[in-house]
């Protein structure tokens, strides 16, 4: 069984930055797809970012090009999502989850991690 277990998140300061960690563990999952979501207090989940395992091209959310880098790092089987110029709006909870390589829906994507706490203080 999979599991995807979330860490790094924390109190900063806006403008500062933040490094998210998703660590896989289980089975080896070669042929998935791992995706960055966050959800804010009173707000819906939404999608940041993707990165297949085996693929170079990562995949923003629109909204999400110019602040977030998504990155991988196959022998620590962990996925990466570096926030820059935090601001105030970027306070939620970060998940990982995962999806068939070719996902084509954001329904496609399980395996929730239970999530870490990002707060940017303004």
């Known amino acids: 069984q999979v599991q995807l277990q979330e860490s790094g998140g924390g109190l900063v300061q806006a403008g500062g930055s933040l490094r998210l960690s998703c660590t896989i563990s289980?089975?080896?999952?070669?042929?998935?797809?791992i995706g960055w979501f966050r959800q804010a207090p009173g707000k819906e989940r939404e999608f940041v970012a993707s990165?297949?395992?085996?693929?170079?091209?990562?995949y923003y959310a629109d909204s999400k090009k110019d602040r977030f880098t998504i990155s991988r790092d196959n022998d620590k089987m962990t996925v990466y999502l570096q926030v820059n110029s935090l601001r105030a709006e970027d306070t939620a909870v970060y998940y990982c989850?995962?999806?068939?390589?070719?996902?084509?829906?954001?329904?496609?994507?399980?395996?929730w991690g239970q999530g870490t706490q990002v707060t940017v203080a303004s």
């Open positions: 989850a995962r999806a068939p390589q070719d996902w084509r829906r954001l329904e496609d994507f399980g395996s």
């Open positions: 289980g089975r080896t999952f070669r042929n998935y797809a």
């Open positions: 990165i297949t395992w085996a693929g170079i091209i990562p």
